[in-house]
């Protein structure tokens, strides 16, 4: 009989990064990623975000959050997909990172996205789990390039992407909230201006997850480790 991770990969994936661990979303972590939006990301006044999905009416947020979820399963495709894990820390839910790609066996790039609950930003956090999320994209998911953006005045976020070797590349102008102009920072990252952190990451079920985004090259018995060259590389502030 197949398991809920034979008919989605993702669910099976784990990334251990010291006390930080990154999960496959399962619906029992997102009920806690759900009552964590619920209490709060970010002041009501700014909007750190593209699209202003956080822009909802109490007890709407979770429900929203839970339907973008359940959806981006339901369509995940090697051509159109979105991989988001829960990011826990001591075992509790504290945030999300993710990565939409597009057609990915043939670019093999993908823009990353993350969020944080209020009460733990500030602790260095968002940094380590961007990079445990990158190091997993590039050491076994078989990305070549990431991407991010982020809105000027959103310091935080590209303080981050700066710590983890992100260089900015070209700044867009777009409508953020209603009637509003917002200039946004894009950036890239590669393999090699990845700064790493200091703990070499753990990684289990990304085998599955690589045949899941159209990825034929990695053996069924491919260990679910990093290869030497993962601990090689320059370090950075948390």
Not at 43 to 48: T, V
Not at 69 to 91: E, I, M, N, Q, Y
Not at 98 to 116: D, I, K, N, Q, Y
Request: one cysteine or more; aromatic letters at 8%; proline letters at 7%.
């Amino acid at each position: 009989m197949s398991t809920l991770v034979d008919l989605y990969p993702p669910f099976g994936l784990r990334v251990v990064a010291g006390p930080l661990e990154l999960r496959g979303l399962t619906d029992d972590l997102l009920l806690e990623l759900c009552e964590l939006a619920e209490r709060g990301i970010h002041d009501p006044e700014a909007m750190p975000f593209f699209f202003p999905w956080t822009d909802a009416p109490a007890g709407q947020l979770a429900r929203n959050t839970a339907a973008y979820h359940w959806g981006k399963r339901s369509t995940f495709t090697p051509d159109d997909f979105c991989l988001d894990l829960a990011v826990l820390l001591d075992g509790r839910v504290i945030g999300a990172q993710g990565v939409a790609a597009r057609h990915f066996p043939v670019t093999r790039t993908g823009e990353t996205g993350s969020w944080l609950g209020r009460e733990l930003q500030g602790r260095g956090l968002g940094t380590a789990m961007r990079r445990a999320f990158c190091e997993l994209l590039f050491d076994h998911l078989g990305f070549e390039e990431i991407t991010s953006a982020a809105f000027v005045d959103n310091p935080a976020s590209l303080g981050v992407s700066r710590k983890v070797g992100y260089r900015p590349t070209a700044v867009r102008r777009l409508k953020r909230r209603e009637g509003e102009l917002a200039l946004n920072q894009e950036l890239v990252l590669t393999p090699q201006a990845l700064v790493r952190g200091d703990v070499p990451i753990e990684v289990s079920g990304a085998a599955a997850v690589r045949a899941f985004i159209g990825l034929d090259d990695a053996p069924d018995d491919a260990p679910d480790y990093a290869p030497d060259h993962a601990t090689d590389t320059a370090r950075g502030d948390a």
